[in-house]
């Protein structure tokens, strides 16, 4: 597969699929640790029906996601998450620096 065909899969992944892989490591890091679903859900604070359904779907509030991440002790994980633009040269720095315009630009 070539560069386009890599990006073109990029670009059609949906929320859902991004959900659903969320759920399954989160699933096979219970596995490794050999907790079952109630386990993991009391151990987090999290109903377990909630824990189901995440499981099943990918779908589970922000706040309780963040729970079983602290009880799964991966929470270095979020750390990355909308991290702030590394840059490559002192010179991309100033650039940014330079402008003024502190908001998004409209669409």
């Known amino acids: 597969m070539g560069l386009s065909s890599d ?3 990029i670009n059609s992944v949906t929320p859902a ?3 659903k892989s969320v759920a ?3 699933k096979s890091r219970r596995l490794e640790l050999n907790l ?5 859900a009391a151990r987090a604070g999290v109903n377990i029906e909630t824990y189901r359904k ?4 990918g779908e589970i509030s922000l706040h309780n996601l963040v729970k079983l991440a602290i009880a799964l ?3 270095t994980d ?6 702030q633009k590394q840059y490559q ?3 991309d720095l100033l650039e940014v620096e330079n402008s003024n315009r502190k908001r998004g630009k409209k669409l």
Not at 36 to 40: E, H, M, P, R, V
Not at 54 to 57: A, L, N, Q, S, Y
Not at 78 to 83: E, P, R, V, W, Y
């Open 24 to 26: 399954s490591r989160l």
């Open 89 to 91: 040269s002192l010179s």
């Open 36 to 40: 079952t679903q109630n386990g993991l």
């Open 73 to 75: 002790d991966v929470t």
């Open 54 to 57: 995440f499981e099943r779907t």
């Open 7 to 9: 990006i073109i899969q």
């Open 78 to 83: 979020f750390a990355t998450l909308f991290a």
């Open 17 to 19: 699929d991004i959900s």
